[in-house]
């Protein structure tokens, strides 16, 4: 069982990795094109990604149900994979309208002539939500199978064709930081042809696609969909945008909070891909053995995909407290920033346990369609308890960065707590 769970959620550590490799390589050449076209994209793909996670996080429901459904009712899975894109092109549609709208707002943090890039840059971007949609549908469906090489495969190669791309679109077409969204829409664009390709060359999957037109909406599948996956979807950006927000909280302590905590986060973040991982191959699996209707393996599941994230955690725990003076020397010479990442590290050191915890939990309740207690655990953990703790320590006990710090550790311990012993309830209801 648990070799099972590492075959899944290996191929997919790989894959966001190749994610964030995408994301870095952004940065790196639209930074040789000049301070100005690197702050367009800090700005722009900030907002692409909230987009992008919203897609995704709408869609994230579609894995286990492929899963379930591949055994329950196999012959209805072409009609899970065009409900699923449907969905998808829905979810890249309102996300297009919601970053539209977000957009009336940048004036108020940015100048007009960083305003006109930003601009730019979602005239490019935008459109790749929708893609985002079509090639994320495809890509849960194939996971669902238990195909995560496949994603894989696809994640490492867009990761390849990216750094050309960038550097075309920046540098030689002199579209500036616009041109690393007009590479990601590139992608996706390649992202969905290989897709297709990938699913003729496999025999059982070839039928999907001719089963993909005309297109029908059904609509309890597509009611079912959106119910589950809206939860889900706000669960995860409420995590997301947790960090997002916190680098506008920390900015009135000045530079070197801002620099260490940005060096704090890109840490943290290539951290949190392998809990990450782990959750969405934990949904794939409980759905599979809903599917089979078989509870104690079910239970079984649950209980060693818990410790599973609890040693997976406590190894990353260990592993951040060891080298929390040693990672911040690769990203500034700066002492003061260096001393700070350092510090807020520790803190990162102490929520790793927890965060686990509650990616693992997320995963099986997932799977088990237990969507709207993520969602809800999760806004009030995070915006509720998180942020105004945070806010309290930073500004009334004079905390100052360290304050928000502990908001988030308290934060994630007190989802990894909440969710986990929904996790126990609904094990309890199986057995």
């Not at 000045?254 to 951290?271: C, E, F, K, P, R």
């Not at 599917?291 to 995909?305: D, E």
């Not at 099986?364 to 806010?391: E, F, H, K, N």
């Amino acid at each position: 069982m648990i070799k099972r769970l590492v075959s899944l959620a290996w191929p997919l550590f790989l894959a966001q990795l190749a994610v964030t490799g995408m994301a870095v390589t952004d940065t790196i050449v639209a930074g040789w094109a000049g301070t100005h076209e690197l702050a367009v994209v800090a700005v722009g793909a900030n907002l692409l990604l909230l987009g992008i996670m919203f897609v995704y996080g709408v869609l994230l429901i579609l894995s286990p149900q492929v899963a379930e459904m591949r055994i329950t009712q196999p012959d209805f899975l072409p009609v899970l994979l065009q409900q699923g894109m449907i969905v998808g092109v829905g979810a890249g549609v309102l996300a297009c309208l919601i970053i539209i709208v977000m957009l009336k707002i940048v004036p108020f943090f940015v100048n007009e002539v960083l305003l006109v890039g930003i601009t730019q840059y979602l005239l490019f971007g935008l459109p790749a939500l929708i893609l985002a949609g079509v090639y994320f549908a495809l890509r849960l469906f194939w996971e669902g199978l238990h195909f995560t090489h496949w994603t894989a495969f696809v994640s490492i190669l867009l990761f390849l064709v990216n750094i050309p791309l960038d550097w075309f679109f920046v540098i030689e077409m002199n579209l500036g930081g616009a041109g690393c969204a007009l590479a990601t829409l590139v992608s996706f664009i390649i992202a969905i042809v290989i897709s297709f390709i990938l699913f003729k060359q496999k025999a059982e999957l070839r039928p999907m696609l001719d089963r993909l037109y005309p297109l029908k909406l059904h609509r309890s599948v597509l009611t079912r969909m959106v119910r589950l996956g809206l939860p889900a979807s706000l669960a995860l950006l409420s995590e997301v945008s947790l960090f997002m927000l916190l680098a506008l909280l920390i900015a009135p302590f000045g530079v070197v909070a801002l620099a260490g905590h940005q060096i704090a986060i890109n840490i943290t973040s290539v951290l949190y891909i392998l809990p990450f991982s782990l959750s969405l191959a934990l949904a794939i699996e409980v759905g599979r053995l809903q599917g089979q209707g078989n509870r104690q393996a079910l239970v079984r599941l649950m209980k060693r995909g818990m410790v599973l994230s609890l040693v997976v955690g406590m190894g990353l725990s260990i592993l951040t407290y060891l080298l929390h003076e040693r990672l911040p020397m690769a990203f500034t010479h700066d002492d003061a920033v260096r001393q700070m990442a350092s510090t807020l590290l520790l803190f990162a050191a102490a929520y790793q346990v927890a965060d686990a915890l509650q990616m693992g939990s997320a995963g099986i309740l997932r799977g088990l369609g237990d969507t709207r207690w993520i969602m809800g655990v999760t806004l009030i953990s995070y915006w509720v308890v998180g942020i105004p703790l945070g806010a309290w320590l930073a500004w009334s006990m004079a905390w100052q960065a360290a304050g928000y710090w502990v908001g988030v550790v308290v934060a994630l311990t007190l989802a990894g707590v909440l969710l986990a012993m929904r996790v126990r309830t609904q094990a309890h209801r199986l057995t």
